[in-house]
């Protein structure tokens, strides 16, 4: 009991364990949505010659041991700098699964911060305080634990990714910014996405949708300014706006459309990576409110 705020070690086990599967669910979940704009799907490989869905699974099975650890780590309040050393070691991993292919590096960060908070979240709530895992508590668990070592995470030396090439040439945000905000991307614009359309009725299916073209209409997503520069960014905002306007998935005709725009951005190679990742953490998130924890 001396580990974890007060959270016994079978606890913390079975909790990691737990938050481990669904972070891998909510990639699954990604992966096997359909249609969606240029990414690779169990369709097809949208606009990659890169990629197939087969390379995505062994990233995801790559990844099985690292939610689980960095979920511990939450628990034990660890730093930055902890974190950031299992993040570097999934990537490696997840590297040598692909064959040196960049599958899930955003949904490493993204939704390993997102475990780590959760592992904080479990770990007050069994010390006796107050902490229900609902979404903002999530959120402000993230910022209260480690808000300042992201933002200082956010203006160290570029790494040399495509991302943050694009990021630097074109002003646009990344993933270490949105992390250093506490995903508000996720939390204030996927994710009430999503609950709206399950609130209305909707499947997770059609949410997962609706979700995925408000980011798309939201973020700098430097995956398409690499691709397609400022021409290739204002197109995807573009097409995921006049969705998301003509009211998503409640338009009788929304699969023909989302399908439409998914063969323009696969004729444009273009590829919104970075909405996928903050997709899959919605899911994530969506996924650790609703679920029975020990």
């Known amino acids: 009991m001396s580990s974890g705020h007060g959270l016994g070690s079978a606890r913390r086990r079975v909790a990691s364990h737990q938050a481990a599967r669904?972070?891998?669910r909510a990639l699954y979940a990604e992966l096997a949505l359909y249609p969606k704009p240029g990414l690779v799907s169990l369709i097809d490989?949208?606009?990659h010659d890169d990629m197939t869905a087969l390379t995505f699974m062994r990233s995801l099975f790559s990844l099985r041991h690292y939610f689980a650890a960095i979920c511990l780590?939450?628990?034990d309040a660890a730093p930055f700098a902890r974190l950031k050393q299992l993040g570097m070691a999934a990537e490696r991993r997840m590297m040598a699964a692909t064959g040196g292919v960049n599958t899930h590096r955003g949904a490493i960060f993204g939704l390993g911060m997102l475990c780590a908070?959760?592992?904080?979240?479990?770990?007050?709530?069994?010390a006796g305080l107050a902490a229900k895992v609902d979404p903002a508590?999530?959120?402000?668990?993230l910022l209260d634990g480690w808000g300042a070592a992201l933002a200082a995470h956010t203006l160290a030396a570029p790494d040399g990714s495509h991302g943050q090439r694009a990021a630097q040439l074109h002003s646009a945000s990344g993933a270490r910014e949105e992390a250093a905000l506490g995903l508000p991307s996720v939390f204030l614009v996927g994710?009430?996405?999503?609950?709206?359309?399950?609130?209305?009725g909707g499947g997770m299916h059609h949410a997962r949708i609706d979700a995925l073209f408000a980011l798309m209409a939201h973020v700098s997503d430097t995956n398409v300014l690499h691709r397609g520069g400022?021409?290739?960014a204002s197109m995807v905002r573009d097409r995921a706006r006049e969705f998301v306007e003509l009211g998503g998935t409640r338009q009788p005709d929304w699969h023909a459309r989302a399908l439409d725009t998914h063969r323009l951005f696969v004729r444009h190679r273009l590829s919104p990576g970075g909405a996928a990742d903050l997709l899959a953490a919605c899911c994530l998130v969506q996924a650790?409110?609703?679920?029975?924890?020990?």
Request: zero cysteines.
């Open 288 to 294: 650790f409110s609703v679920h029975a924890w020990p």
């Open 137 to 141: 508590s999530l959120r402000a668990a």
């Open 117 to 126: 908070a959760l592992g904080r979240q479990l770990a007050r709530r069994n």
């Open 230 to 232: 400022a021409a290739g």
């Open 45 to 47: 490989n949208g606009s």
């Open 73 to 75: 780590a939450g628990m």
């Open 191 to 200: 994710l009430p996405a999503l609950q709206a359309t399950l609130a209305r």
């Open 22 to 24: 669904l972070a891998l």
